[in-house]
């Protein structure tokens, strides 16, 4: 079946650093491939994503590359700021009638300033 | 972007009592919408998966005579949880998808049962 590895929380970074959080999945056919985001107390947002091998989806600084050869699909961005504080979620869709998602597990990131 | 609505954002009741919560895309049509729960600090699960005019499909281990769902127009969705007891408090989100892949989340709603 399908599955998403997320890595694990939390993080804690200091504003303006690098960051990544890692992100593998295993799937059946070609999936497409998402990042989501929680703010406290709210539903998710959709950050960015990609629908095949190489796509890179970006939105807000943040970016994250479909690779196929590695099943991963890490998000990165050059710059954090304090306002980036939230819950990530990989996940992904795969083809069929449904298109279910499915999610890892959730990094909680805080920025401190 | 897609917007989907959530109401109530919280709702507090009593044991024994019925709540529905409601789920509207905006500016889209949403041919599939999905329920998820979420306890706290932890991911989404699925609770059904409903297209519009038919009858809803339950994820394993979720009871379809407590929580009922209404999937009646391309714009509206209900969850309506039966005989509620604090078992069942959590945090509801729904999303909605059009004909793409992408799905789009409701803001959620806080449930809890005394």
């Known amino acids: 079946g399908n599955s998403v590895t997320q890595m694990e929380g939390p993080v804690t970074l200091s504003e303006e650093a690098f960051l990544t959080i890692n992100c593998t999945y295993t799937a059946t056919g070609y999936p497409s491939l998402f990042w989501y985001v929680q703010y406290p107390g709210e539903g998710l947002q959709l950050l960015l994503k990609?629908?095949?091998?190489?796509d890179k989806g970006s939105n807000k600084g943040f970016e994250a590359t479909y690779r196929k050869e590695t099943t991963s699909f890490h998000l990165e961005k050059g710059s954090v700021q304090v306002s980036d504080s939230a819950v990530y979620f990989c996940?992904?869709?795969?083809?069929?009638?449904?298109?279910?998602?499915?999610f890892g597990s959730g990094t909680q990131l805080t920025v401190l300033p | 972007g897609a917007v989907v609505s959530q109401h109530p954002s919280r709702v507090i009741c009593k044991s024994g009592t019925s709540v529905k919560i409601e789920c509207r895309s905006l500016d889209f049509q949403a041919t599939t919408m999905f329920w998820y729960r979420q306890f706290p600090k932890k991911s989404l699960m699925l609770m059904a998966t409903?297209?519009?005019?038919?009858?809803?499909?339950?994820e394993q281990g979720v009871e379809k005579d407590k929580f009922l769902i209404n999937h009646a127009s391309l714009t509206l969705s209900t969850l309506t949880v039966t005989s509620a007891h604090p078992e069942d408090s959590s945090f509801y989100i729904c999303?909605?998808?059009?004909?793409?892949?992408?799905?789009?989340f409701g803001p959620g709603t806080r449930l809890t049962v005394l």
């Open positions: 990609a629908t095949k091998a190489d």
């Open positions: 409903s297209n519009e005019g038919s009858k809803a499909t339950y």
């Open positions: 999303s909605g998808r059009p004909s793409t892949d992408t799905q789009y």
């Open positions: 996940a992904l869709s795969s083809p069929g009638s449904a298109r279910q998602l499915t």
